[in-house]
């Protein structure tokens, strides 16, 4: 088992920055990526960002490629999302994810652990 926990969310004006950790304990040694999602009210939840374990490759959906920055310290079983220049738009529930490979070896199949959320809201 893999435990989330979020932090840092709050209450921001446009074009603020705000940064969100994720501390991860348990099994992390199993883990294959970490990720953020969100969720805007009455909309389905999204992908943000993504970081492979190492922390060599990350990735970022469109809508926030170039403001938003993930980051992981394996030293503390933390990883961050670096929110800049953020919007209205990006307002919501902040999720962390952790993402296991299936093992088709083993017959494991993929495994999905969430944190509970921090909410982030941007206004005008």
């Known amino acids: 088992q893999v435990q989330l926990v979020e932090s840092g969310g709050g209450l921001v004006q446009a074009g603020g920055s705000l940064r969100l950790s994720c501390a991860a304990s348990g099994s992390i040694f199993s883990i294959n990526l970490m990720g953020w999602y969100r969720q805007a009210p009455g909309k389905q939840r999204e992908w943000v960002a993504g970081i492979t374990s190492s922390g060599s490759s990350t990735n970022y959906a469109n809508s926030v490629k170039g403001r938003f920055t993930i980051s992981r310290d394996n030293a503390k079983n933390t990883v961050y999302l670096q929110m800049n220049s953020l919007k209205p738009e990006d307002t919501g529930v902040y999720y962390c994810?952790?993402?296991?490979?299936?093992?088709?070896?083993?017959?494991?199949?993929?495994?999905?652990?969430w944190g509970r959320g921090t909410l982030v809201t941007v206004s005008l």
């Open positions: 994810n952790a993402h296991k490979y299936s093992d088709d070896d083993s017959g494991t199949p993929p495994m999905d652990y």
